[in-house]
Every structure is written in structure tokens, then in C-alpha cells.
């Protein structure tokens, strides 16, 4: 039997075909394990943790565990397609979305993938998702006024562009309406807004969209929504991916406002995601590293310096607590990274104060520096107004023979309260902003009925826009009160006009 060189080497070929083959292991990897949206996978020795990889069937996955033997693997996208034994390969890219002008006005999923059914979002750039925070180098203190168009938070709750505001509250107290009314009321101030929809109803989105589209907001605005029905991973991704948008703009030295809506949804994603990836639960079953997951989101919003641009990102993240329970694990997690909170209580939101924001357990921890003058000075003292007005309250049920002083006080804060009510979509520029707390301040409503206050408010607004539009221009561009006299006599004169519907002394 004669041995055929042509073989030999047919065969040693063969074999080093094989041990190539091998090798190909540390980029592509086999599917071992698939259920509810994580995949574990043999190989993929080189794999990078964030890393995008592509299954077989073309549906994407990010690696989340790096493990000895395996690699665990989020799937980002329908997950049904993909069985045991599939092969799944490296992308080398670590997870991206698309970023860009083009994307404003639009409504996209988690991974930037247009949603609205306006065709497709051509964009030059791509940026990962996640992206290490500004450095302290790189900041600069807050000192521009975010105006929400609320009268409430722009008084007593001032935010600075750059700053973390945690909108915090139990379900249906109107934690959303802020932030999209705050979304309105950036019309025609250069700043792009994004909205981050994590785990909300299609239906709500869909009358979110709408609102913002009604309203003309749309135009500067980008939607990315998570919804419930998709899986965990993309809810957990959303903030992510909406704040590698806005850190474009950012660093292009544009204003954003990011809002998160909302984080114990993003948790939960994340809690799920984490508990099928067999990490160890802690605290109320989420991971070791949740405080870690909003701190590192939360961290990007900044205030650039003026050598990167100047720009700011803005993060309202939005936080629902189970019956105020504020010191749940998530509540005071977030609440310790922001620089304050917005609190909204429920039983002055049943009792009909909207927006239901609770003077006393609110506050901005940066956003006073960023008040303009004006502002600073009337609403200075309005939360001692309203804390005292809460404490008398209850003590005035008894007593029908007040002294002057606590009647007085009583009167003011039954105004005050009155005043800091708002409508829905209804944002006020500033400087009626200023007008209003002016005449509450300086005694002017006092002597009217409460029920008189908002319909006061409305007609003096009518009044200076068609007799003294100046006064309001000069608050607007300056920041400052105008002259003391001026602005006294431009009330005095509406005060004679405006007929209170009950005299004010049949009320005493
Ligand atoms: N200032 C307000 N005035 C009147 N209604 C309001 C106001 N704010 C919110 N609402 C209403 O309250 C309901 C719940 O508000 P929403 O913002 O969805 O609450 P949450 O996001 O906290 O669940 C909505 O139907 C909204 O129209
Ligand atoms: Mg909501």
C-alpha cells in the first residue's frame, strides 16, 4: 500500500482547518442557557463586559456577567428566536446609540431606533451608552435658573441648569405632569429636552407625545421610551441611552434637561435582569451595585466649564414611592445623590392643591444661587409664610378669638397657598411669576377672598400685558424688580379696577 503525499497534506490541512476553527471560539460563542431575556454563552473568551454581541438570528445582546466559564449575556430585543446551541458572535463595539440633531422631535426606543413611524433617523455619530462622568475640573457651579413655568418650584424650589432634581412621590400625584409641563415651558430657551419613558403604559406616551406635539414642544425635544412589555434589559438601558443624547448637545455647549421617568421602574428592570443573571440580591432583592447604577446616570449631568463649551445637562430623574414612604431603599438611594427633591403629597393633591408640592419637604440645594434677584426677592419669605401658616392651621380649628397677628398670618398663608396652585399645561413666564408673589408678598391680597386669588391672578397678568408690558420686560431682561414706585402704582391702579366678588369686609 503506497502512501499519497496529496493525502497527507489533504489531511494536515484538514486538521489545521480545524484548529483554526478552535481558536475562533474567544470571538464567537454557543448559546447554553435561554429564558426570560439573558442568554449564557460558552466561549466569547475575549468578550468585554458592555460589550454588544450579535446572535445568529441577528438580534443583539450586551454582556453583563463576565464568568469563568461563561459569559452572561442580556438580550435587547425579542428573545424567542434564539436557542440553545446558536452561535453568537463579538462586535468589538461596546453598546451605542445613534446621537444628533436629527433625533430631536423624534420618538425612539432604547436603542435610538426610530418608533413614530416617520421613517428612518440618519445620524453621523454614534456614542456608547455608557460614558464616565464630567470631573470636577471639568464643572463649574450651577449658577443659571432652569424656569419650570411652576410657580411653586420656581420660588421655592429653584433649579440651577446642571442640577439633579429628584421628583419624588407616591403613583398619580402628578410627577409626570411636571416634568413634561417643565419640558413646555423650555419653549423658545435653547434647550433641548429629552424625555426617558421607562416602563410607562404605550397609551400614556402615546398622550405624552401628543401634549408635547400640541404644545409645539416636540420641536426641541426627543422621546425614548422603554415600555412595560419590552424586556428588562431595554428598560434598564433607557436613561443610558438618553443621556449619551444629551451629552452630545452638552458638549457642543447646548443646554439639556434630561428627565427620568422613572427610576423605581429602571430599578426593577434591573433587580429582574440581575436575579435571572444570578446575582447575589441585597436590600429588597436588587443588587449590590443599584446605588451605583443611578449614581453613575445621575453623575453625568454637569455644568461644563466655559473652556469645554459651557453647556449643561439638566436631570429631573422621577422616583414613585408606596404610600410616602420615603425611606425605602431606591427613595433614599436617589434622594442622597440629587441636590434636592421635589415631594409630592398625595393628600394635597386629593384636597386640590395641584401641584401638590410639599413646601416643607422640598428643597434645591443648588438652585438658590441660580434664582434671578427679582425672584430671590419676593419669594424670600414664602416658605416661612407657608411653615407657619401649616403649624396655626391646626390650632385655629379651636379658637374663634385670634389676636391680629395669627389672623394676619393666617390670612397670608391661606393666600399663599391659594397662589402657588397651578392648571395643567399652563406654564408662567418669570416675570409674572415675580409680578404675582410681588402682590402677595406686599400684603395686596390679604383683604380678598381666597376664592378671589386665582381669578386675580389671571386678570392682573391681562392687565400688565396691555398696560404696563415694560414693567414685565424690564423683570424679564434685567432679572431685577423694577422701580419700587412704578411697579406700586401699576398695582394700585389694577387694584381699583379688579371687583372682588364678595366685599372684602363681609368676610372679616
Ligand atoms: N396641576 C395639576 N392640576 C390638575 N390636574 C393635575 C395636575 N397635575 C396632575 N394632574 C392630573 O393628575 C393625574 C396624575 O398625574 P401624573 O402626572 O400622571 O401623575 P404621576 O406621574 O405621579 O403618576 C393626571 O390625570 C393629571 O392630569
Ligand atoms: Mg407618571
Known amino acids: 500500500m503506497s502512501i499519497k503525499a496529496e493525502e497527507i497534506s489533504a489531511l494536515i490541512k484538514k486538521q489545521l482547518d480545524g484548529y483554526q476553527d478552535e481558536l475562533t471560539v474567544a470571538e464567537t460563542g454557543i448559546v447554553t442557557y435561554i429564558g426570560d431575556g439573558v442568554v449564557r454563552a460558552y466561549g466569547l473568551d475575549n468578550a468585554l463586559s458592555g460589550e454588544l ?28 428566536g434564539i436557542r440553545e446551541g446558536d452561535s453568537v458572535k463579538r462586535t468589538g463595539r461596546i453598546m451605542e446609540v445613534p446621537v444628533g440633531e436629527n433625533l430631536v422631535g423624534r420618538v425612539v426606543n432604547s436603542l435610538g431606533q426610530p418608533i413614530d413611524g416617520k421613517g428612518q433617523i440618519t445620524t453621523e455619530k454614534t456614542a456608547p451608552i455608557e460614558h464616565k462622568a464630567p470631573g470636577i475640573m471639568e464643572r463649574k457651579s450651577v449658577d443659571q435658573p432652569l424656569q419650570t413655568g411652576i410657580k ?13 432634581e429628584l421628583i419624588i412621590g407616591d403613583r398619580k400625584t402628578g410627577k409626570t405632569s411636571i416634568a413634561v409641563d417643565t419640558i413646555l415651558n423650555q419653549k423658545d430657551q435653547n434647550m433641548i429636552c429629552i424625555y426617558v419613558a421607562i416602563g410607562q403604559k404605550d397609551s400614556t406616551i402615546k398622550q405624552q407625545v401628543e401634549t408635547l406635539r400640541r404644545f409645539g414642544a416636540l420641536d426641541y425635544t426627543i422621546v425614548i421610551t422603554a415600555g412595560p412589555s419590552e424586556p428588562a434589559p431595554l428598560l434598564y438601558v433607557a436613561p443610558y441611552a438618553g443621556a449619551a443624547m444629551g451629552e452630545y448637545f452638552m458638549n457642543k455647549g447646548r443646554d439639556v434637561l434630561i428627565v427620568f421617568d422613572d427610576l423605581t421602574k429602571q430599578a426593577n428592570a434591573y433587580r429582574e435582569l440581575s436575579l435571572i443573571l444570578r446575582r447575589p440580591p441585597g436590600r429588597e432583592a436588587y443588587p449590590g451595585d443599584i446605588f451605583y447604577t443611578h449614581s453613575r446616570l445621575l453623575e453625568r449631568a454637569a455644568k461644563l466649564n ?16 408606596q404610600a410616602g414612604d420615603v425611606s425605602a431603599y431606591i427613595p433614599t438611594n436617589v434622594i442622597s445623590i440629587t441636590d434636592g427633591q421635589i415631594f409630592l403629597n398625595s393628600d394635597m393633591f386629593y384636597s386640590g392643591d395641584r401641584p401638590a408640592i410639599d413646601a416643607g419637604t422640598s428643597v434645591s440645594r443648588v438652585g438658590g ?27 385655629a380649628q379651636f379658637g374663634s378669638d385670634l389676636d391680629e397677628a395669627t389672623r394676619s398670618k393666617l390670612d397670608r398663608g391661606a393666600r399663599t397657598v391659594e397662589v402657588l396652585k397651578q392648571k395643567l399645561h399652563d406654564p408662567i413666564p418669570v416675570e409674572k411669576q415675580v409680578l404675582i408673589l410681588y402682590c402677595l408678598t406686599h400684603g395686596y391680597l390679604d383683604k380678598l377672598p381666597v376664592d378671589d386669588v386665582l381669578r386675580f391672578q389671571t386678570e392682573l397678568f391681562h392687565n400688565f400685558d396691555d398696560s404696563h408690558a415694560d414693567l414685565l420686560q424690564q423683570i424679564k431682561t434685567t432679572g431685577k424688580l423694577p422701580d419700587e414706585d412704578a411697579l406700586k402704582a401699576a398695582v394700585s391702579s389694577f387694584m381699583e379696577l379688579f371687583k372682588p366678588s364678595t366685599p372684602a369686609s363681609a368676610k372679616q
Request: no cysteine.
Open 53 to 80: 454581541l450579535e446572535f445568529q438570528n441577528g438580534v443583539y445582546g450586551m454582556v453583563q456577567n463576565l464568568e469563568s466559564n461563561n459569559v452572561g449575556i442580556v438580550v435587547l430585543g425579542d428573545d424567542t
Open 152 to 164: 411653586a418650584i420656581d420660588a421655592l424650589v429653584p433649579i440651577g441648569r446642571g442640577q439633579r
Open 306 to 321: 466655559d473652556k469645554l463649551g459651557g453647556g449643561s445637562m439638566t436631570a429631573l430623574p422621577i422616583v414613585e414611592t
Open 369 to 395: 444661587d441660580a434664582q434671578i434677584p427679582a425672584m430671590k426677592k419676593v419669594a424670600g419669605t414664602l416658605r416661612i409664610d407657608l411653615a407657619s401658616y401649616h403649624e396655626l392651621e391646626s390650632f
